[in-house]
Antibody, heavy 118, light 110 residues
Framework: QVQLVQSGAEVEKPGASVKVSCKAS????????MHWVRQAPGQGLEWMGW????????KYAQKFQGRVTTTRDTSISTVYMQLSGLTLDDTAVYYC???????????WGQGTLVTVSS | QSALTQPPSASGSPGQSVTISCTGT?????????VSWYQQQSGKAPKLMIY???KRPSGVPDRFSGSKSGNTASLTVSGLQAEDEADFYC??????????FGGGTKLTVL
């Protein structure tokens, strides 16, 4: 079955960077986009950006431009999201989610909790 | 871009119908038929319930339906069941390769 499995929880200090992985299985990796969406504690969903898993092209929400980098390794069907310059406000659950184009997110990874704490 | 506007809460009794709105602009919801709805139960990842305004993925009960009028999309849950209690989010393609989410609606089954 189609599945996205993310890396485990991270604790980082302010100013540091974090890298989260998302391993895909059960479908042709290159035929889809992968997005990153975050959810701060008790808050809603916030779209961060996408990567075209075939070409490697990326697009980021304006809010995250310059701080987020998404890459992929097609040999192991894995996408990575690196967020730099962490602040306390970056504490959130980070989800990867697949789309065929830029439409419906399905499925979602299980989420990775990133805690930024001094 | 601002988030799509959803009511913070909605509620209904078992068996009733409830509709959740998602208001955007003529540049996103009003222009593109790429509105999706997601259900997020407590502590879990979101789940796709409706895509392309009205389409239901395999396995989603037909009690869930979507529609759109102008800049506002809607999700209707008919025949409410206790298991429907969750947070619901809408999303839309917003042009220029961007995606936008709504702020979320907490659905309570009374």
């Amino acid at each position: 079955q189609v599945q996205l499995v993310q890396s485990g929880a991270e604790v980082e200090k302010p100013g540091a960077s974090v890298k989260v992985s998302c391993k895909a299985s059960g479908y042709t990796f290159n035929n889809y986009y992968m997005h990153w969406v975050r959810q701060a504690p008790g808050q809603g969903l916030e779209w961060m950006g996408w990567i075209n898993c075939d070409t490697g092209a990326t697009k980021y929400a304006q809010k995250f431009q310059g701080r987020v980098t998404t890459t992929r390794d097609t040999s192991i069907s894995t996408v990575y999201m690196q967020l730099s310059g962490l602040t306390l406000d970056d504490t959130a659950v980070y989800y990867c989610a697949r789309t065929q184009w830029l439409d419906a997110f399905d499925p979602w990874g299980q989420g990775t909790l990133v805690t930024v704490s001094s | 871009q601002s988030a799509l506007t959803q009511p913070p809460s909605a509620s209904g009794s078992p068996g009733q119908s409830v509709t959740i709105s998602c208001t955007g602009t003529s540049s996103d919801v009003g222009y593109y038929n790429y509105v999706s709805w997601y259900q997020q139960q407590s502590g879990k990842a979101p789940k796709l319930m409706i895509y392309e305004v009205t389409k239901r993925p395999s396995g989603v009960p037909d009690r869930f339906s979507g529609s759109k009028s102008g800049n506002t999309a809607s999700l209707t849950v008919s025949g409410l069941q206790a298991e429907d209690e969750a947070d619901f989010y809408c999303s839309s393609y917003a042009g220029d390769n961007n995606v936008i989410f709504g702020g979320g609606t907490k659905l309570t089954v009374l």
